[in-house]
């Protein structure tokens, strides 16, 4: 990948992160965050997205027509947040008519622990599917994170055997996954195998503004409409029942 792109400190863009019911948004003003929220979704995120926005815009003095772009979770992730912030995020960008990224959540949760060599390994906890999972890494400072291994739902123990060693694990975990780590782990002390695993916790808000530099690094910014979901498995919906006469 070629050199980062020159961003313009005039511009303000704005990420949005609703993979799961611990959300975030972020205000950047060229690589400085001038404002975030993070926080844990009470009631519905329909409601609550759009008055932690106006929140974060009056805390950063910006007004929505200062909002040059839009980066959001695209998923994988809890199917009513991923769908509400997309929706909103689309709204957004072609009410102010700038453009907007879908950017993954597992590549937004490894970039805040990548550095140049190092294997990061995001997860995230489906319930009985299994763990989410992918792995990645960084070429050069300032890039995106490159995929090692693309995402996947498996058992704990699969997830564990299956990634990169050593690597740096980050993101939602289940007692299953942190078992299967410790076994892994204590079965390898005495090698160069998973020995060198290290596990880091994301701080709160840092997927919304990780989500704004990687679109800008892959230059991922377009038409909104363009923007999808991305799922790992269908999303469980219930058939509507037929009323009753």
Request: aromatic letters at 4%; a negative charge; glycine letters at 8%.
């Amino acid at each position: 990948m070629g050199s980062a792109r020159v961003v313009s400190l005039d511009r303000i863009d704005l990420g949005i992160d609703t993979a799961a019911d611990d959300a975030s948004l972020a205000l950047l003003r060229g690589d400085e965050v001038i404002a975030q929220h993070a926080w844990h979704v009470d009631s519905t995120m329909s409601k609550e997205l759009l008055a932690h926005l106006d929140a974060l815009l009056v805390e950063a003095g910006v007004t929505r027509q200062q909002i040059a772009s839009i980066a959001v979770t695209n998923g994988p992730g809890t199917y009513g947040a991923v769908r509400t912030g997309l929706a909103t995020a689309q709204g957004l960008a072609l009410a102010l008519d700038v453009p907007l990224a879908g950017i993954g959540r597992f590549e937004a949760d490894a970039a805040l622990h990548l550095e140049p060599g190092r294997v990061v390994v995001a997860t995230h906890d489906t319930g009985r599917a299994g763990i989410a999972w992918a792995a990645y890494t960084q070429d050069a400072p300032g890039e995106a994170p490159r995929c090692l291994v693309e995402p996947d739902i498996a058992a704990a123990e699969d997830v564990v055997r299956l990634a990169p060693s050593p690597a740096t694990w980050c993101g939602e975990t289940n007692e299953a996954l942190r078992d299967a780590l410790t076994a892994a782990r204590a079965a390898s002390q005495d090698s160069a195998g998973r020995s060198g695993d290290t596990d880091a916790a994301s701080p709160p808000g840092g997927r919304a503004a990780a989500l704004v530099r990687i679109a800008r690094a892959r230059q991922a910014y377009g038409d909104p409409a363009l923007v999808d979901a991305f799922y790992l498995r269908p999303p469980s919906i219930t058939r509507a029942k037929p009323r009753e006469a």
